[in-house]
């Protein structure tokens, strides 16, 4: 397994630093060794106090690690004061990647270097990296290049090349665009841009250590510069999405949310799976399907669009008196089902899956003595849902649950074209399919 190395400060809010560093190590699969040089008191609010670590203690954390586990690569954060820079750098010996984040003030706005070691700062650890990630105000403050746009971003870039690193990204979290573009000047003077969409939050808890730590397991891992960083920056672009509210400061960038979501993405489309293999053993199940055949979809417990609800690609049909998935189990497969379980869940967040079946009055009767039932009148929904097109089932999901928050099934008589339907929702696919029996043993 591949070994990274953070030399950095201990956040006691576990958003930035040595915390988050490990956090982003664990989630790229690269096994993630310490060495800490400041121990802070911090939340989401303010740095309290900081206690710098013995530049002997710096030294000897260094020296433990390079002797059992040597890194393949090293990220560098805060260091905070000329000795401890000097301890540092007098121990990054060997032909690594140092990727060196340069952790001068903190979002909440206390100074991590002091002042008088910025030169050391600069003269030390800068000709030591392979990659410096500056942001704005950093790339500004080590440079002395005003940086007003692009042009300002690249000659802050070149002016870091010149005073030693081998490679600068400067971060483009800072430029108040739409459109935030990193810039990247490599050791052989190419400029590459990496550019993501502003994701609409304010400033967050560490971002930069994420983003650092990310290119640092990305260089360990033996991905070539520019790949790394590209990586990184969607990496981070997730965590910044998923942040989250630990605190009353700032929101706190989640690293791990890409691997809590592949997680449930895993789950998700197993159990649909399983719960499609048990329905097509379900005897006598065909004919509970419509004319315009069935869908069973399982959403994501943090659900928000079709894409995060799983389904049958191409539905459940009728073959003599089976029923047959006509394809795989995939996100994003339904688009009308998912509505009715994304509307469903923003009233119910337990249940998760919905299934579709023929409404019949038997059926319908039979539903009535087992579950809580409410309905819809499609003739009523107003022209401006009508107009838009798939929000007919979501409209009238929320207004059945408007008249019987408790209801389990829901159900409308059709319209002009359109072909009555039951939608049965439960907790999960097994959930609904338990359900479905209890219909067809009473029909």
């Given at each position: 397994?591949?070994?990274?190395?953070?030399?950095?400060?201990?956040?006691?809010?576990?958003?930035?630093?040595?915390?988050?560093?490990?956090?982003?190590?664990?989630?790229?699969?690269?096994?993630?060794?310490?060495?800490?040089?400041?121990?802070?008191?911090?939340?989401?609010?303010?740095?309290?106090?900081?206690?710098?670590?013995?530049?002997?203690?710096?030294?000897?954390?260094?020296?433990?690690?390079?002797?059992?586990?040597?890194?393949?690569?090293?990220?560098?954060?805060?260091?905070?004061?000329?000795?401890?820079?000097?301890?540092?750098?007098?121990?990054?010996?060997?032909?690594?990647?140092?990727?060196?984040?340069?952790?001068?003030?903190?979002?909440?706005?206390?100074?991590?270097?002091?002042?008088?070691?910025?030169?050391?700062?600069?003269?030390?650890?800068?000709?030591?990296?392979?990659l410096l990630t500056p942001n704005r105000m950093e790339a500004e403050k080590l440079s002395g290049?005003?940086?007003?746009?692009?042009?300002?971003?690249?000659?802050?870039?070149?002016?870091?090349?010149?005073?030693?690193?081998?490679?600068?990204?400067?971060?483009?979290?800072?430029?108040?665009?739409?459109?935030?573009?990193?810039?990247?000047?490599?050791?052989?003077?190419?400029?590459?841009?990496?550019?993501?969409?502003?994701?609409?939050?304010?400033?967050?808890?560490?971002?930069?250590?994420?983003?650092?730590?990310?290119?640092?397991?990305?260089?360990?891992?033996?991905?070539?510069?520019?790949?790394?960083?590209?990586?990184?920056?969607?990496?981070?672009?997730?965590?910044?999405?998923?942040?989250?509210?630990?605190?009353?400061?700032?929101?706190?960038?989640?690293?791990?949310?890409?691997?809590?979501?592949?997680?449930?993405?895993?789950?998700?489309?197993?159990?649909?799976?399983?719960?499609?293999?048990?329905?097509?053993?379900?005897?006598?199940?065909?004919?509970?399907?419509?004319?315009?055949?069935?869908?069973?979809?399982?959403?994501?417990?943090?659900?928000?669009?079709?894409?995060?609800?799983?389904?049958?690609?191409?539905?459940?049909?009728?073959?003599?008196?089976?029923?047959?998935?006509?394809?795989?189990?995939?996100?994003?497969?339904?688009?009308?089902?998912?509505?009715?379980?994304?509307?469903?869940?923003?009233?119910?967040?337990?249940?998760?899956?919905?299934?579709?079946?023929?409404?019949?009055?038997?059926?319908?009767?039979?539903?009535?003595?087992?579950?809580?039932?409410?309905?819809?009148?499609?003739?009523?929904?107003?022209?401006?849902?009508?107009?838009?097109?798939?929000?007919?089932?979501?409209?009238?999901?929320?207004?059945?649950?408007?008249?019987?928050?408790?209801?389990?099934?829901?159900?409308?008589?059709?319209?002009?074209?359109?072909?009555?339907?039951?939608?049965?929702?439960?907790?999960?696919?097994?959930?609904v399919l338990d359900r479905v029996e209890k219909i067809l043993k009473r029909s």
């Open positions: 397994m591949k070994v990274a190395l953070s030399v950095a400060g201990s956040d006691s809010g576990a958003g930035a630093g040595i915390q988050a560093d490990l956090k982003t190590f664990s989630a790229l699969g690269v096994y993630g060794c310490t060495a800490i040089t400041a121990i802070t008191a911090q939340n989401t609010k303010k740095v309290a106090e900081i206690l710098a670590i013995a530049p002997e203690m710096v030294k000897a954390q260094i020296a433990s690690v390079m002797a059992d586990s040597p890194p393949d690569a090293v990220k560098v954060g805060m260091v905070y004061s000329n000795d401890i820079i000097d301890a540092v750098a007098g121990s990054l010996r060997g032909r690594m990647p140092v990727v060196l984040d340069p952790i001068l003030v903190a979002g909440t706005g206390a100074k991590l270097l002091r002042d008088d070691a910025l030169e050391r700062f600069i003269s030390r650890l800068m000709p030591r990296c392979s290049v005003r940086i007003k746009g692009e042009a300002g971003a690249i000659e802050a870039a070149e002016r870091l090349r010149s005073l030693g690193a081998k490679n600068v990204i400067v971060k483009g979290g800072h430029f108040g665009k739409a459109t935030v573009t990193d810039f990247l000047l490599d050791g052989k003077g190419r400029l590459t841009k990496i550019a993501n969409p502003r994701i609409d939050i304010e400033e967050s808890h560490g971002s930069g250590c994420n983003f650092s730590s990310a290119a640092t397991a990305y260089l360990a891992r033996g991905i070539p510069l520019e790949e790394a960083c590209r990586m990184a920056n969607e990496y981070v672009h997730v965590a910044i999405k998923n942040a989250v509210r630990v605190g009353k400061g700032l929101p706190v960038t989640n690293p791990l949310s890409s691997i809590y979501r592949d997680a449930m993405r895993y789950g998700t489309i197993t159990e649909l799976q399983q719960a499609l293999d048990r329905l097509a053993t379900i005897k006598d199940f065909y004919r509970l399907i419509p004319e315009t055949q069935t869908n069973l979809v399982y959403a994501l417990p943090d659900a928000e669009s079709y894409k995060d609800v799983a389904g049958v690609r191409g539905r459940i049909v009728r073959a003599g008196e089976a029923a047959v998935p006509v394809s795989r189990a995939e996100f994003g497969a339904s688009r009308h089902m998912a509505s009715a379980i994304l509307a469903y869940k923003s009233a119910r967040p337990a249940y998760r899956s919905v299934i579709n079946i023929r409404l019949d009055p038997q059926v319908l009767e039979i539903c009535r003595s087992l579950f809580q039932v409410s309905s819809y009148d499609r003739s009523k929904e107003p022209m401006g849902i009508k107009e838009k097109e798939g929000s007919t089932i979501a409209w009238g999901t929320k207004s059945a649950l408007a008249r019987k928050p408790e209801a389990d099934v829901i159900y409308h008589q059709g319209d002009v074209s359109k072909e009555p339907m039951i939608t049965l929702f439960g907790k999960s696919p097994g959930d």
